[in-house]
């Protein structure tokens, strides 16, 4: 271990403790002002590091300086992902080179398979907002034709999707999928139904995931892989983190987004069953714990950064209460192994995958939670995790992921959702709440703000 790791090492430690010994002064509006600037340089450099050395790529690979695509083309992912970040921040050069490169660069008349799921947060949630704020018909027509191209993915025998489509044939493949596989289609699919009032899309994305429901156990639980040919469970643990996490935040947010009531009603069943079962607290905080969908039984005290996405949509929900208990789990899993990993055992306090990928749930439930109660404990948890990533993950070319975070050893990726989510929410926490109305939209699980009304 170098002598600059230890010294980041001990600094983090002492920030956590003093975070939680010491009183804290109120945030100024100065204070705010300045963390907003600072996120938003954050962002331009790393925009600058992406057109310098992954112009055109779907991400940047920030150690080797050099882009990536996921496919055999690029979908633009980056800047597709970037452009309704780059509008909420004011940044209107970016946004609009952003938004020349999808037009001029765009196309799905390929022949690619590509993984649903993905394509749709990403790209079609990505084209809807970045419709939605503009108004340049393009952006809505790449959006509609991306929608009939995925479209094939739901023809299975259950109408739950398929993983993987290809975009020219429609062919699909892949049957062993999970709840966010399936489920997170609600919002997007419903967007191109108010866009395009073709109810199908709609229809097929909520057949898909009330056939989820359906099939929840006798403790209204689900599990975390299911053959959607079948309908028959692979894998009965149920949890909230990776694989199912969108499915229960989409049900709630459809209620928001559209008023769908049958969808308000999953969320709470699914809710009450969630916090009676899995639900755990411990000396540092409140998790949710991993459980047998069919007896209730703990399986193994896991908990991650997907995983603290939960403490936001309770405080959105209304349920201020138990998020706060969550968040502060949240945040210990963050100071405790200097930047959060991506899955850690929360009885033991053991880390067992280290890596942090950039992501934003940590953050994104500080921001619901700021909205809902303007504490300022929220600002400082938000501040400290900002403040770790631009210092702890920044390259010369902008920033990248942890391979540990223990050791701070960085990965060579940029995903697009560091510009999508992770900035957006960092700034919008600290950014006057005019800025966003929460009350107008609701966003989708890449964070793309969708109307409430169109």
């Given at each position: 271990m170098t002598a600059r790791t230890k010294l980041l090492l001990l600094t983090s430690l002492f920030a956590g403790l003093?975070?939680?010994l010491f009183p804290q002064k109120p945030f100024t509006l100065q204070q705010k002002t300045a963390q907003c600037a600072k996120i938003k340089a954050a962002c331009q450099y790393a925009w600058a590091g992406y057109k310098q050395y992954a112009n055109g790529f779907d991400a940047l690979a920030p150690l080797s300086k050099k882009g990536h695509n996921w496919y055999s083309v690029s979908f633009m992912m980056t800047p597709l992902d970037a452009f309704d970040t780059f509008y909420l921040m004011g940044l209107k050069d970016e946004a609009a080179q952003a938004k020349e490169m999808v037009i001029n660069g765009l196309s799905f008349d390929v022949d690619v398979e590509v993984q649903l799921f993905e394509v749709n947060i990403r790209l079609l949630g990505g084209l809807i907002s970045a419709y939605e704020l503009s108004g340049d018909e393009r952006l809505l027509n790449l959006a509609k034709n991306l929608g009939i191209r995925l479209f094939p993915a739901?023809?299975?025998?259950?109408?739950?999707?398929?993983?993987?489509?290809n975009l020219k044939t429609g062919k699909t493949r892949d049957s062993l999928s999970n709840p966010a596989e399936i489920g997170t289609y609600l919002l997007e699919f419903g967007k191109l139904t108010r866009l395009t009032h073709d109810s199908s899309f709609y229809k097929a994305a909520k057949r898909a995931?009330?056939?989820?429901?359906?099939?929840r156990s006798d403790i209204d639980l689900v599990g975390t892989t299911i053959n959607v040919n079948t309908g028959a469970w692979k894998n009965t643990e149920s949890q909230i983190g990776a694989r199912i996490d969108s499915y229960y935040e989409y049900l709630y947010k459809a209620w928001l987004l559209f008023g769908d009531t049958d969808c308000k009603q999953a969320w709470e069943v699914h809710n009450r069953a969630i916090k009676k079962y899995l639900y755990t607290e411990v000396p540092s905080g409140a998790y949710f714990t991993r459980v047998d969908m069919r007896s209730g039984k703990e399986?193994?005290?896991l908990y991650g950064a997907l995983d603290a996405f939960y403490a936001g949509i309770l405080a959105l929900s209304g349920d201020v209460a138990t998020a706060r208990k969550i968040q502060k789990g949240n945040f210990h899993m963050w100071t405790t192994f200097n930047i959060e990993p991506e899955e850690f055992n929360f009885r033991t306090d053991s880390?067992?995958?280290?890596?942090?990928?950039?992501?934003p749930e940590n953050i994104e439930s500080c921001f619901y939670l700021y909205r809902k109660t303007h504490d300022p404990e929220y600002l400082r948890m938000g501040q400290r995790m900002i403040n770790d990533i631009l210092e702890k993950c920044k390259t010369e070319a902008g920033y990248a992921e942890m391979k540990n975070v223990k050791i701070l050893e960085k990965s060579d990726s940029m995903e697009s959702f560091f510009l999508a989510e992770t900035l957006k929410y960092a700034y919008l926490l600290f950014a006057p709440e005019n800025t966003l109305d929460l009350s107008k939209v609701v966003f989708n699980t890449e964070a793309h703000p969708f109307r409430i009304k169109n």
């Open positions: 003093t975070f939680h739901f023809n299975s025998p259950t109408g739950m999707p398929y993983r993987y489509v995931a009330f056939e989820v429901y359906r099939r399986t193994h005290s880390v067992l995958y280290p890596e942090y990928p950039l992501r």
